[in-house]
């Protein structure tokens, strides 16, 4: 990729979006980033104060740029707004593909996700050709991405030069939010405070660390063939798995509590009502319960093979996010 080309993203101030500014900024592009509110000022970066709803920020922001990265998206647990799903997700990924095709951007990469391919049946192993087997969704995100990943197809049939990348359950150093959700799982599960195999440990899901997500993603603007999508993962694991690479790291041996699904059903429904009525954000929804107790086992070969994709094991992974997480424990 052409590093005299000025590069705008969307998302720049997101979990995967930060570590992805980084890594452009590093090869020496000229960067231009889409902000709510003013960050802290990056060599290299200007920012554009506006959103993916507004139309004229997004001109302002792709003028004179030949490549854009699309990561902005809605992917919280519950909104009291419902609509606002739909109003960023798919409203707003249209203005983006709208504005790039009318400037006549080189080539766009979007950040989609794995959860439009659907749950695995048990024992298979799903790849970018893998029909959805559930016309149910879990979430409203689940269902807004995949009403516009179906609706890409008529854009890049228009014209639009569009990559898509579809991440999988991400984590690793960056962003302590919800958006590094299984870092944060990884925090709780270290300090005692969630010793919870969810339905026995046993649901399978695949697990990327943020460095090689961000870095599949410059893969697929160099490499990517417009029109295809690429799933970005690492290696597929269960909860039980996860939790017992993570003491295998610290060299401890921590309690694990085998509970049927039942039970966190229960408690995500009096989260989501406690919201609804009082309005208290939920910290997990009956939605995100189901997608755990789904498995989600995914290939990545397509990238390895097409982009030269190479994530790092689970196992390093882990360690550098356990690293991470010491330190910023310390500095908190």
Known sequence: MDTTGKIFITGSTGFIGSVLLEKLIQRGFSMRGLVRKMPETKQNVEYIIGDIADIESLRRGMEDCRYVFHLAAYAKNWSPNPKIYEQVNIEGTRNVFTVAKELGVERIVWTSTIVTLGPTPQGVLGDETMPRITEHYFTEYEQTKTIMEQESIRWIEEGLPLVIVNP???????????SNSVSKLIDDFRRGRFPFLLNRGVNIGN??????????????????????????????VSLEKLFQTVDWVDGKKRFQWKIYWIIPMIVAYFFRCRAQYFGVYPPVTPGWVRTFLADWAFSCDKAKRELGYSPIPFEEGIRKTCQWLDTFQRNT
């Open 168 to 178: 999988t359950r991400v984590y690793g150093p960056g962003l302590f939010s919800e």
């Open 207 to 236: 697990y990327g660390f943020v460095n090689d997500i961000a870095e599949g993603h410059i893969l697929a603007m160099e490499h990517g063939k417009i029109g295809e999508r690429y799933i970005l993962g690492g290696e597929n």
